[in-house]
């Protein structure tokens, strides 16, 4: 199956993130464009990710699947001694099985990191499925605001994030670029892997 990624195409999103634009990197199959697909949401904390993530599996019959909504009723906090990337593993294995059926799915997971997203869309397409980038960009001032709010209003749904834990995570947070995506297949895994699937099966352990 011949796929390409489309242009950055800045979409409306919902309601309660109106001032803002998702960018969205579609996947498409040239061959089939009525394929099932994977939406993947990327983006820090506050970007709305879970809203649009709801919103997108409403409007496409598709199986979400958000983390912190696992994490925290399981284990009580979002990390848990490295219990998230084992949850985050089968929960993709879920997907994949999902896609396999012919389920969309929206993967709620953020993904700050490029060989994050390279594993995913490897996985995906190796499924003959199509994957759908959705990214939200979001200002440290609206971030701040949105974080203070769920804070205060649903303790119970997120955890502690301090000034500082927000500026950080920008520092590490690699940016999808539209520019180098576009029309470009998916490259090699990094230096020492045989391939995406085992740099994925070491990422989220239980995947395999």
């Known amino acids: 199956m011949t796929a390409r990624w489309d242009e950055a195409i800045p979409v409306s999103v919902t309601p309660t993130i109106s001032a803002e634009k998702a960018v969205v990197l579609r996947l498409v199959s040239l061959n089939d464009p009525c394929v099932t697909t ?3 949401t990327v983006g820090l904390p506050g970007a709305g990710k879970t809203t649009t993530a709801r919103q997108l599996a409403k409007e496409h019959r598709a199986l979400r699947l958000t983390p912190d909504e696992w994490m925290i009723p399981l284990f009580g906090e979002p990390e848990a001694n490295g219990k998230r990337d084992v ?4 929960l993709l294995w879920l ?5 396999r059926v012919g389920t969309n799915v929206v993967l709620d997971f953020g993904c700050w990191s490029r060989d994050e997203r390279s594993a995913i869309r490897w996985l995906v397409e190796a499924e003959g499925a199509s994957c759908l980038l959705v990214y939200l960009p ?3 001032e609206t971030q701040s605001a949105r ?3 769920r804070q205060s209003t649903a303790p119970e749904q997120t955890f502690p994030m301090s000034e500082a834990d927000l500026s950080h995570w920008r520092t590490v947070f690699e940016e999808p670029d539209a520019a180098k995506l576009d029309g470009h297949e998916v490259g090699g895994p990094p230096p020492g892997w045989s391939g995406w699937l085992d740099w994925a099966a070491d990422r989220w352990p239980s995947l395999a």
């Not at 997907?95 to 896609?99: D, T, V």
């Open 87 to 90: 949850l985050e593993g089968r």
């Open 95 to 99: 997907g994949l099985e999902a896609l």
């Open 147 to 149: 974080i203070t709010h």
């Open 38 to 40: 994977l939406f993947l």
């Open 138 to 140: 979001v200002d440290p």
